[in-house]
């Protein structure tokens, strides 16, 4: 039974990560020497606030803010912020915590931090939102700023949500500068920034099918679980690498259309007007809506791409993946295998790609964003493209490289924690103890 205060999800990202990281300790006698396990589980601060703003109906409204700056040892906190009722403190410390490994793989100078809010925007007007963002960004201006804390997107924060708080914070501050990143175009945002997750997931995931297996995306069966950001870019990329992709979801339940999904009806009702994804079977001949979201793991496929939530693969699900074909698993949401569908993973074989390593295309591009803002200027959608695909391969090449130098040769879980964690480590020792 969970009491309130339980800090669950976060417990589960640190025993994954320091399982894995046996071995790396075991050949760096000075990590122990210098705490670093001890100082890396502790964020460096964490600032929770009251959020208080008013309904249309003039009604006082409260909810609880959070910013976790978890670790600044290679850059300043970078991470996304999440509006969505079941945030708590737990939950942003177990975001936080993968960002700092996540960070570190995409070789770019970016700290750990994560952010968010209860507030659930489902059913809210746009000025309600607005209003909610600007109570938000009021409190949480005074703990960022482009050299110290760039915050970003994450579930239910988008253009609209940035927006807003990038508009509040010039209002108070006085001052235009990246300290948001997931900006619009017309304000210092970059271009392919909305589609680098679910490409990055596909150019990851297309990369280690290569290395390890002289295999592709196509021909392959895929299943995605979701159908916000993350999840619509994947399906484009991996339809556009020559895959089939049967499935998609929101939290009510999920659409499998056996021709593929038509991405331009899944646009058409999560960009267009924020609908539910029970619409695609009222539009789509062919295709079968399920109530319940679970059930979408019960679909035959070659290829399963998580990119809802954490936990949405649990060990009957995974088993249920296994025993239909399924034979890789690339993670576009954060930690959403729980650790018995990784024992399922790890005892059938399956080519799994963890998020912090998989889904780090987002930050990757969110950091060429802050790279342009510093010079002023913005690089073209294929410019930054490019950089991503890059960087999502030298991110395969080194958990593969850091996995066999820990014995563990092709296995791109032990290698991205490695890969992750000696660098931000060197950082914390030669920095000092504090
Ligand atoms: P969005 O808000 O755009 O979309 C989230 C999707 O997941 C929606 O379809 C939503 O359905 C579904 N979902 C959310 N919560 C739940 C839940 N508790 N149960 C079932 N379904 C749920 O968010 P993103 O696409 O940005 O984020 C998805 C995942 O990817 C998250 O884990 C996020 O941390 C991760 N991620 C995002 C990055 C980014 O750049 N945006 C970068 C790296 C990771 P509904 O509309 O019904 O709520």
Redesign the pocket.
Known sequence: ERRDGDQLEFLQAVREVFESLEPVVAKHPEYERNGVLERFVEPERVVKFRVAWTDDEGRVQVNRGYRVQFNSAIGPYKG?L?F?P?VNESVIKF?GFEQILKNSLTGLPMGGGKGGSDFDP?GRSDGEVMRFCQAFMTELQRHIGQFTDVP???????AREIGYLFGQYKRIRDEYSGVLT?KGLEFGGSLARTE??GYGLCYYTQEALRVLRNDSFQGKTVVV???????IFAIEKAQRLGAKVVTC????GYVYDPKGIDLDVVKDI?LGHRG??KEYAERVPGSEYHEG?RDVWTVPCDIALP????N?IDGESARTLVDNGCTVVCE?????STPEAIAVYQGAKLLYGP?KAA??G??AVSGLEMSQNSYRLSWTFDEVDAKLKQIMEDIVANSLDAAKEYGREGDLMLGANAAGFVKVANAMVAQGIF
Do not use: F, W
């Open positions: 996304g999440r969505h079941t975001l489902k970003a997107g994450d579930i239910n924060v988008g997931g680098a997750t679980s979701g159908s916000g950001n993350v999840a979801s929101d939290s009510n999560k539910r994804i979201c990119c809802a939530t954490q949405e576009g949401a954060n930690m959403p998020a889904n780090a987002g930050v």
